[in-house]
Nanobody, 120 residues
Framework: QVQLVESGGGLVQAGGSLRLSCAASGSIFSIYTMGWYRQAPGKQRELVASITIGGSTNYADSVKGRFTISRDNAKNTVALQMNSLKSDDTAVYYC??????????????WGQGTQVTVSS
């Protein structure tokens, strides 16, 4: 089995910063793409940022220049540094990873979600 465990959410004032972390554990052969999604009340889940095993990154237009995604392949972790937060960033943030296990096809896993609330 594989688990993704997130940490680092919370309440912050507009203009502030938060750092989210996610650790993958379990029977893992390789982690391909890792990323962060978010879902605000009444809205669809959307991609925030992703990073490949080689370090290539992709960001939603709404967070470019404010958020930075990074990963540590040795520790199977991914982080999202969020700066200049806005009230529109308020959402539940989910860690996502496409993971390969020996003898099995790669599978996408999700974390349980962590709440980020930005007060104006």
């Amino acid at each position: 089995q594989v688990q993704l465990v997130e940490s680092g959410g919370g309440l912050v004032q507009a203009g502030g910063s938060l750092r989210l972390s996610c650790a993958a554990s379990g029977s893992i052969f390789s982690i391909y793409t890792m990323g962060w999604y978010r879902q605000a009340p009444g809205k669809q889940r959307e991609l925030v940022a992703s990073i490949t095993i080689g370090g290539s990154t992709n960001y939603a237009d709404s967070v470019k220049g404010r958020f930075t995604i990074s990963r540590d392949n040795a520790k199977n972790t991914v982080a999202l540094q969020m700066n200049s937060l806005k009230s529109d960033d308020t959402a539940v943030y989910y860690c996502n990873a496409r993971i390969g296990r020996i003898g099995l096809p790669s599978t996408t896993y999700w974390g349980q979600g962590t709440q980020v609330t930005v007060s104006s």
